[in-house]
């Protein structure tokens, strides 16, 4: 019996440990949560319906990246950009899909550009770059976040 309530004594002992220790706090928990975020990635990229049949995301990423340029080099090609600028061949565009599905687009220069007039190659790209199909925005954890890119658009194939 004796063995019994040593045993017992040492049980509610060890046990007593257990509520000792300290629990943390909320804010605690929180910081650590963020922490250990990569806010630098999506856990999915946006997509648009042709692509998300990909299972393989490198696949369906890669997709998705040509379908944009595709799309706008299209929209681009039957444009004035060409003539008003024979000499641009490329141009980058950095494309901003918003949580909400919206999708915002700025020509990139390089400082060298600025034999170009950028206020009207920016009016050319915001009048011709509209009506796309939806694209649905990056996730982040369950969320749809904002996310940025910088697409090179070939003007003319030679």
Same mark, same amino acid.
């Given at each position: 019996?004796?063995?019994?309530? &040593?045993?017992?004594?040492?049980?509610?002992?060890?046990?007593?440990?257990?509520?000792?220790?300290?629990?943390?706090?909320?804010?605690?928990?929180?910081?650590?949560? /963020?922490?250990?975020?990569?806010?630098?990635?999506?856990?999915?990229?946006?997509?648009?319906?042709?692509?998300?049949?990909?299972?393989?995301?490198?696949?369906?990423?890669?997709?998705?990246?040509?379908?944009?340029?595709? &799309?706008?080099?299209?929209? /681009?090609?039957?444009?004035?950009?060409?003539?008003?600028?024979?000499?641009?061949?490329?141009?980058?565009?950095?494309?901003?899909?918003?949580?909400?599905?919206?999708?915002?687009?700025?020509?990139?220069?390089?400082?060298?550009?600025?034999?170009?007039?950028?206020?009207?190659?920016?009016?050319?790209?915001?009048?011709?770059?509209?009506?796309?199909?939806?694209?649905?925005?990056?996730?982040?954890?369950?969320?749809?976040?904002?996310?940025?890119?910088? &697409?090179?658009?070939? &003007?003319?194939?030679?």
């Amino acid at each position: 019996m004796k063995q019994f309530s &040593l045993f017992l004594v040492v049980i509610l002992f060890n046990s007593c440990q257990y509520f000792n220790k300290q629990v943390p706090s909320e804010k605690e928990l929180l910081q650590k949560e /963020l922490k250990a975020i990569n806010w630098k990635e999506v856990d999915e990229l946006p997509s648009v319906a042709d692509c998300e049949k990909i299972e393989n995301k490198t696949q369906r990423e890669q997709c998705f990246f040509e379908y944009m340029t595709q &799309l706008i080099q299209q929209k /681009l090609s039957v444009d004035t950009l060409s003539i008003l600028y024979p000499e641009l061949d490329t141009i980058e565009v950095k494309v901003t899909i918003f949580p909400n599905a919206t999708m915002q687009f700025e020509p990139q220069f390089s400082k060298d550009s600025v034999a170009y007039n950028t206020i009207k190659i920016d009016s050319i790209l915001k009048a011709r770059l509209v009506d796309f199909p939806k694209v649905n925005p990056a996730i982040k954890r369950g969320i749809p976040v904002k996310t940025q890119f910088i &697409l090179p658009v070939i &003007l003319k194939a030679e």
